[in-house]
């Protein structure tokens, strides 16, 4: 009986050890509100978003920051985006007021994962179709940038109230690109 439970015992042990964790891991250290891990933008176009973001943030407070990752390594992109966007803090404290866009262009996916200070601006049905109308026509194209570039200008007219989103349908604040 012993052995039995032993041997049992050994086996759950070494299944759980063999079966490797969906664990989110960190990309790496942010360096301003562009963070292309993925290396799919040029300097001079990380340069522009950094500082359109940069001054976004200085006449709002509201923070959006663009990450690209060359794989979320088997995780969804919801899990991962929301562990990145906790991990990093994104957004202050105490207004919960950032918004990340992750893309992760191996597994041809995009995320916006927004912050509840936000969430009133910055709806899933918006998200959607920023996702759907930005990112997808111009990442299937290759333009990695040009849909950076159209998103995070649609999320910055949300948030300041320059532009509403009318009856869309919410489906999802992420997409895999086909």
């Not at 799919?40 to 001054?55: D, G, M």
């Not at 191996?106 to 930005?134: C, F, Q």
């Amino acid at each position: 009986m012993k052995r039995t439970v032993l041997t049992l015992s050994l086996l759950i042990a070494g299944v759980a050890f063999a079966t490797p964790a969906l664990a989110y891991t960190s990309p790496g250290t942010p360096s301003g509100f562009v963070n292309d891990f993925a290396d799919i933008l040029a300097p001079q176009e990380q340069t522009i978003l950094e500082a359109k973001l940069s001054a976004h943030e200085r006449e709002t407070g509201n923070e959006i920051v663009v990450v690209t990752v060359p794989s979320i390594a088997g995780d969804t992109i919801e899990t991962y985006a929301v562990s990145l966007f906790e991990d990093w803090g994104i957004g202050k404290e105490e207004l919960d007021n950032g918004a990340l866009l992750l893309v992760a262009p191996n597994e041809r996916e995009v995320r916006i994962e927004v912050g509840y200070g936000l969430e009133g601006l910055l709806t899933d049905a918006a998200s959607s179709m920023i996702v759907r109308d930005d990112f997808i026509p111009a990442f299937r194209d290759g333009r990695f940038y040009a849909g950076i570039n159209q998103a995070t200008d649609r999320m910055i007219a949300l948030v300041r109230g320059e532009e509403t989103v009318g009856e869309v349908q919410p489906s999802a604040r992420s997409l895999y690109i086909s």
